[in-house]
């Protein structure tokens, strides 16, 4: 499993960063150099070609770039979100509720959906404290809203149902 995937237009491309000088697309190795400014922008010099870019927006795993003045959307996906693509690859066919767990234990701050409420995949369902830290737990498909099994405040052990989708 590469380091992440990266979808540019229509072509897909297996990434492995291999050092800070050194990285493997498609099973062929590179070296880069990336530069950032102050304003935002960066240069890139890969495979003796150099680039200008610049992130014009950004959400979860879709980035717009300005390349060399042409702009391109990118979808970027990291090893956690290709095993879960994996994981949950027929699940929505295979089963009508949709069960979100505790991925570790810790303290619920916040509960950020209602029963009957829509939410798309990659929607933040509830702030999750776990060794001081705040993880927002995410949807991993579309659905709506079943059941809240939790409360604000109250702590949860790794594997605990948190929310059920249908």
Do not use: W
């Not at 995410?138 to 809203?145: I, L, N």
Request: include cysteine; glycine fraction near 4%; charge should be negative.
């Amino acid at each position: 499993m590469s380091d992440f995937l990266v979808k540019i237009e229509n072509n897909t491309y297996s990434i492995d960063i291999l050092d800070t000088k050194k990285v493997k697309v498609n099973d062929e190795e590179f070296e880069y150099q990336l530069n950032f400014s102050d304003n935002g922008e960066c240069v890139l010099n890969f495979g003796n070609k150099i680039y200008d870019a610049t992130i014009l927006s950004h959400n979860d795993s879709l980035i717009t770039l300005a390349i060399n003045n042409d702009v391109f959307e990118i979808e970027v996906k990291d090893k956690t979100e290709q095993l879960l693509e994996i994981f949950n690859k027929g699940r929505e066919e295979k089963f009508k509720d949709v069960v979100i767990k505790a991925p570790m234990p810790g303290l619920v701050l916040k509960i950020l959906v209602n029963i009957g409420q829509k939410v798309e995949k990659g929607s933040s369902l509830l702030i999750l404290e776990a060794m001081k830290m705040e993880n927002e737990i995410k949807s991993y498909t579309t659905g709506v809203v079943k059941e809240i099994r939790v409360q604000e405040k109250t702590s949860v052990e790794k594997g605990d149902v948190l929310i059920i989708l249908e």
